[in-house]
């Protein structure tokens, strides 16, 4: 019986399953509702604007 892997799940462990993937979707879900500006700012960083230095001049014309 080399090679061969026997594994039994219950209807309980099924289900056990299921609720923890549930649990995490609506967990991220629920982050992601607090978090949300957040995040996006933290994972899009690179595509942030500079923000001016106020020690260098501007080079904008008033008027």
Same mark, same amino acid.
């Given at each position: ?10 209807? =309980? ?6 609720? /923890? ?9 629920? /982050?992601?509702?607090?978090? =949300? #500006? #957040? ?8 595509? #942030?604007?500079?923000? *001016?230095? *106020?020690?260098? *001049? ?6």
């Amino acid at each position: 019986m080399s090679g061969i892997i026997l594994g039994y799940l219950d209807p =309980g462990s099924g289900s056990m399953i299921l609720q /923890a993937l549930l649990g995490g979707v609506a967990g991220f879900l629920v /982050a992601l509702k607090m978090f =949300g #500006r #957040r995040m996006l700012s933290f994972f899009t960083f690179w595509k #942030r604007d500079k923000e *001016p230095d *106020p020690s260098e *001049p501007s080079t904008e014309t008033d008027g």
